[in-house]
């Protein structure tokens, strides 16, 4: 059983800063990818960032410059620092994985809330 644990998150002033992290349990040979998505109410869930098994990042146009992906392998563990936080940032963040075990698996985290004042 795959276990994808988030933390962090929570209220912020806008221009304030937060840090998310996912880690990785259970059985599976490696991650193939892992970062984090976000849905608003009333929106769509979108990609925000993500990180490949090389090491590549992918970030939404929205958070360039303000969020910053990074991994600790050896903990399966990903975090999102978000720095100069908008209202509009204000969504409930998702981890997700994609794990290479029996074939590749993605995975969802339970979501954690990110509110942003103004």
């Known amino acids: 059983q795959v276990q994808l644990v988030e933390s962090g998150g929570g209220l912020a002033q806008a221009g304030g800063s937060l840090r998310l992290s996912c880690a990785a349990s259970?059985?599976?040979?490696?991650?193939?990818?892992m970062g984090w998505y976000r849905q608003a109410p009333g929106k769509q869930r979108e990609l925000v960032s993500l990180?490949?098994?090389?090491?590549?990042?992918n970030y939404a146009d929205s958070v360039k410059g303000r969020f910053t992906i990074s991994r600790d392998t050896a903990k399966n563990t990903v975090y999102l620092q978000m720095n100069s936080l908008k209202p509009e940032d204000t969504a409930v963040y998702y981890c997700n994985a994609n794990l290479a075990g029996n074939g590749a698996v993605n995975y969802w985290g339970r979501g954690t809330q990110v509110i942003v004042s103004s």
């Open positions: 990180v490949t098994r090389g090491g590549s990042t």
């Open positions: 259970g059985r599976f040979f490696s991650i193939n990818r």
